[in-house]
């Protein structure tokens, strides 16, 4: 039997389900990944509700939750922080379709990863704030998810001979322990090489991570 069950969640993605519904894929502090109908929200009256479940929105939801239900349904949603800085940069914003589809490609339906949902509000907070050092926020972002993923790229280093440009241990270690607002000192080139290598890391450790959509802009950022 479903109950209802109050947590918080990052959205990932959602598509259509017939004429005014949606399925979307949310990432919540309490359950991990979850699928969940909404009705009503491609009609007329609900283009401002459909709004909140743009990718990376933060939402409070109100859940009737099944341990072993595959699609969920919602009772309540609404924002629970809305962004600034990323709906008004195209940068960021092209950023955040990176770190969105890292997300949907990394991440597994029922997946409760210890500590992940902090880190992403941690990281998103940081993506919508005004002393972002945003041409090194990716490189951060993925070494630093890669601990919740189960490959530690700041400890195993194998990875780092994937890279055409020599880049020291201690190198990654300034990217996973640096804060997202402290400049490290890297030319762009190595950093745009250090990002290639982190996709290819990805890429063998997780078996299936398709080409990113993303990554020509992201390289074009980080010139």
């Known amino acids: 039997m479903s109950k209802l069950e109050k947590t918080k969640g990052i959205v990932l993605k959602h598509i259509r389900y ?3 519904s949606i399925i979307v894929s949310i990432f919540t502090e309490n359950f991990g990944q979850i699928k ?9 009256n609900g283009k401002s509700r459909i709004a909140l479940f743009q990718p990376l929105s933060r939402l409070e ?8 239900a595959s699609l969920l349904r919602l009772s309540e949603y609404k924002c629970s922080q ?5 709906n008004a940069d195209p940068i960021r914003s092209a950023v955040a379709l990176f770190i969105t589809e890292i997300l949907d490609k990394s991440l597994r339906e029922g997946s409760e990863v210890q500590g992940l949902y902090p880190f992403l509000e941690d990281s998103l907070a940081a993506l919508d704030s005004q002393d972002l050092v945003l041409r090194q926020f990716p490189v951060q972002f993925l070494i630093r998810l890669s601990k ?14 994937l890279s055409p440009v020599s880049i020291s241990p201690e190198m990654i270690g300034n990217f996973s322990n640096s804060a997202f607002n402290m400049p490290i000192s890297m030319d762009h080139r190595e950093k745009k090489s250090l990002l290639e290598s982190l996709v290819l890391f990805y890429r063998q450790e997780l078996g299936y991570l398709p080409p990113l959509r993303s990554l020509d802009i992201i390289r ?3 010139d």
């Open 36 to 44: 969940c109908i909404v009705n009503g929200v491609k009609t007329q």
């Open 220 to 222: 074009q950022v980080m």
């Open 148 to 161: 919740y993923l189960g490959f530690d790229a700041s400890a195993d280093l194998q990875w780092l001979e």
């Open 82 to 86: 809305p962004y600034f800085y990323i």
């Open 61 to 68: 939801l109100v859940v009737y939750y099944k341990n072993d």
């Open 18 to 20: 017939r004429e005014s």
